[in-house]
């Protein structure tokens, strides 16, 4: 049973750093792709950030390449993502996913955890 659990977050001021971090467990964690998707009150949610398997090429959204870096342990079966310099509209609901190997196939993802609040304050 693929189990997909976040923690980190919380609130930050604008310009600060935060880490959220996925823990996986119940699948073949160094295979897979893991992504980090937010969802904005009143938006729909977008994806992030994604980390793929065996050699991890890394995916950024445009609005946050230089700002976050996604990073994974395959021994720990973790996934963090590092964010910097957060802006306002950083703020909503981050949750991890996984379910592809590959981050180009990474709307295909349908395992989720249940998302944990980041909220950047000005």
């Given at each position: 049973q693929v189990q997909l659990v976040e923690s980190g977050?919380?609130?930050v001021q604008s310009g600060g750093?935060?880490?959220v971090s996925c823990a996986?467990?119940?699948f073949d964690f160094e295979r897979?792709?893991?992504g980090w998707f937010r969802q904005a009150p009143g938006k729909e949610r977008e994806a992030v950030a994604c980390i793929g398997g065996g050699e991890s090429p890394r995916w950024y959204q445009d609005s946050v390449k230089?700002?976050?870096n996604i990073s994974r342990d395959n021994a720990k079966k973790t996934v963090d993502?590092?964010?910097s310099s957060l802006e306002s509209e950083d703020t909503g609901v981050y949750y991890c996913a996984t379910g592809v190997r590959l981050c180009r196939y990474y709307l295909g993802m349908d395992s989720w955890g249940k998302g944990i609040p980041v909220t950047v304050s000005p």
């Open positions: 977050g919380g609130r750093s935060l880490k996986a467990s119940g897979y792709a893991i230089g700002r976050f993502l590092q964010m």
